[in-house]
């Protein structure tokens, strides 16, 4: 199979959770920042995302010349912040950050690819996940630039 054709499930399902418009206000109870387990969690899961996706052949050429230990802070603050919590996202805006990067569509689905891993390993539910891919799918229009 193709790689095209690996990423092509994960492009349907950011498509269908975003046209959902699933977000964590939507939901009475605990935030999706406390579902997914707060502070610690959302840390891991950046850190394994970004040390992942540094290793990988295919997105590896994204973190050549960049600091990783900010990189992850500011990933984590900005999930965090997005998922309801007590961490304010203290960072550029998206465009930006990313602007002449030339990150790829290919390079966008290929991190989605390892975040969605990395949550089914973590034992992340199916609501919260969609929930966070939806939450996450509207930066893709100021991060991919090429």
């Known amino acids: 199979m193709t790689q095209s054709r690996k990423r092509h499930p994960v492009r349907l399902m950011l498509a269908a959770v975003a046209m959902t418009g699933i977000?964590?206000?939507?939901?009475?109870g605990p935030t999706l920042y406390e579902r997914l387990g707060g502070r610690d969690a959302v840390g891991r899961i950046v850190d394994e995302l970004i040390e992942t996706s540094?290793?990988?052949?295919?997105?590896?050429?994204?973190?050549?010349?960049?600091?990783?230990?900010?990189?992850?802070?500011?990933?984590?603050?900005?999930?965090?912040?997005l998922a309801g919590g007590p961490v304010p996202f203290e960072g550029d805006d998206m465009k930006t950050t990313h602007a002449g990067l030339g990150i790829t569509e290919e390079d966008f689905y290929?991190?989605?690819e390892h975040l969605v891993a990395i949550l089914d390993r973590?034992?992340?539910?199916?609501?919260?996940?969609?929930?966070?891919?939806?939450l996450l799918a509207?930066?893709?229009r100021d991060v991919v630039t090429k």
């Open 110 to 112: 290929r991190l989605v």
């Open 23 to 28: 977000f964590a206000s939507a939901h009475a």
């Open 138 to 140: 509207p930066l893709k």
């Open 54 to 81: 540094r290793v990988d052949p295919v997105s590896a050429h994204l973190f050549v010349k960049v600091n990783h230990k900010r990189l992850k802070q500011k990933i984590a603050e900005q999930i965090c912040a």
């Open 122 to 134: 973590s034992g992340v539910g199916t609501r919260e996940k969609n929930e966070l891919l939806g």
